[in-house]
């Protein structure tokens, strides 16, 4: 049977059914219902010549063995936030399945390379307040130390929800031997974002996921009684910090694909009677380009002296937590033009806001790429998210095409 997009679409929704109830979908990581998921998606692999087993991480790997034992990796993930949409992360998953069939097909269940598809373990991180848990595990960048004694809203902690699952908390590192061989990693998604609609465009190729710079920004004024201090004389710790959260848009608008957000701001003492003697603020400052970034942060800071200066103020920065951007690998790249120009035409190309298990991959050395397809209005996380079914049947075929000349990259790599 030649590659059906259609069926993709029709096992999405009987997914949809099986785990979303009146509020979205409820597919959250190490729950019964995201085992449920799982058990499903086992029923669909019936006649493929495949081996299934669950990593030390609790990640799923269905492997497809090829002629050579090079693997071209595909995969996203089951498990959803609570009230989640129906197509984040299962998307990926169920079209990686769609591809994986009609490779096995076309060689006759021996493929030239091998062929992996793995579902991450808990990639929302929503129970448990850390995202891209399999990956990271995979990838050999998660501590477990400091996870270890986090605990969901029921007080039930990592450790036992995992155990549930039959995962050990402290073999979850052993995960890293599923690297062995892999020449290439490819994770198709739905954007989250409104970059694509707003182009008119269904797909584009993800150049990489942006870095992340994130700090606490305090300003130090002098707390003061509202009715009895002149304004000429106060030291007023909002006022500094009003000022910076205007000036970050204009040192993000300075680069095509930067952001910046103030996403919290507290004032102490916090009453309707007294002038504001501390401020702090949160700073989240993304862009794909290391330079960039650093420029950004740096431009921020200057800023947020001279408005301390200028409101009589002083101000503090303490790093609350960052990560490097991480760029796919050109070659890739190119591949994933290419594909979007046979199936679509035009594509966009542009750099993830959002952190992605490919992110993980591509950070271990492994080729990695990812390709988004439309978002309706943008909206992710949230049972209205929605792209169009035609959009779905294309990123599919595009996924399709990908793999394809990514085997043909592979095999040239081996020569
Ligand atoms: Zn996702």
């Known amino acids: 049977m030649p590659l059906n997009p259609k069926r993709t679409i029709q096992e999405l929704r009987e997914l949809r059914m099986l785990t979303e109830d009146a509020n979205g979908a409820q597919r959250v990581a190490w729950t019964d219902l995201w085992i449920k998921a799982q058990d499903w998606f086992d029923t669909k692999l019936g006649g493929l010549p495949v081996e299934k087993h669950r990593d030390a991480a609790g990640n799923k790997w269905i492997t497809l063995a090829g002629t050579s034992e090079k693997a071209l990796i595909l995969g996203s993930h089951l498990d959803s936030v609570p009230n989640g949409g129906w197509l984040d992360g299962s998307l990926g998953v169920m079209a990686s399945l769609e ?13 030239p390379v091998t062929i992996r598809l793995v579902d991450w373990a808990d990639e ?24 270890r004694v986090r605990t969901d809203r029921d007080g039930i902690t990592l450790e036992q929800a995992l155990a549930r699952c039959d995962v050990a908390v402290d073999k979850i590192g052993d995960a890293a031997v599923e690297r062995r061989n892999a020449a290439a990693y490819l994770e ?25 710079e994130r700090h606490l920004v305090t300003f ?22 009003s000022k910076l ?41 993304r862009d794909l380009d290391t330079g960039v970034l650093a420029q950004m942060f740096e431009e921020a800071r200057v800023a947020s002296e001279r408005f301390a200066a200028e409101e009589g103020c002083r101000v503090e920065w ?40 490919a992110a993980e991959v591509c950070r271990t050395g492994i080729p990695t790429v990812m390709m988004f397809v439309q978002s309706l209005g943008g909206i992710s996380h949230n049972k209205i998210e929605n792209t169009k079914d035609e959009h779905l049947e294309i990123i599919v075929r595009a996924l399709d095409k990908l793999a394809g000349k990514t085997i043909e990259w592979i095999l040239n790599q081996e020569k």
Request: aromatic share 4%; net charge negative; hydrophobic share 40%.
């Open 99 to 111: 591809v994986m069939r009609r490779i096995s097909e076309e060689f006759g269940g021996k493929p």
């Open 188 to 212: 198709i998604h739905i954007e989250q974002g409104p970059v694509l609609e707003n182009a008119g465009l269904p797909l584009a190729t993800v150049l990489g996921t942006k870095g992340v």
């Open 318 to 357: 303490s790093r609350i937590w960052s990560i490097e951007p991480v760029p796919f690998h050109p070659a890739l790249i190119d591949l994933c033009n290419a594909s979007i120009r046979e199936v679509a035409g035009d594509g966009l190309q542009l750099p993830s806001g959002p952190l992605h298990d």
């Open 124 to 147: 929302e991180g929503a129970r448990f307040c850390r995202s891209l848990f399999g990956s990271s595990a995979f990838a050999g960048t998660h501590s477990i130390a400091a996870d």
């Open 220 to 241: 130090y004024g002098q707390e003061a009684h509202s009715g009895s201090t002149p304004m000429a004389v106060r030291r007023d710790a909002l006022a500094a910090a």
């Open 245 to 285: 959260a205007l000036e970050i848009r204009p040192i993000a608008q300075r680069h095509p694909d930067a952001v910046c957000t103030i996403g919290s701001v507290k004032t102490f003492p916090g009453i309707v009677t007294a002038v504001v003697g501390r401020c702090e603020a949160t700073l989240d400052q």
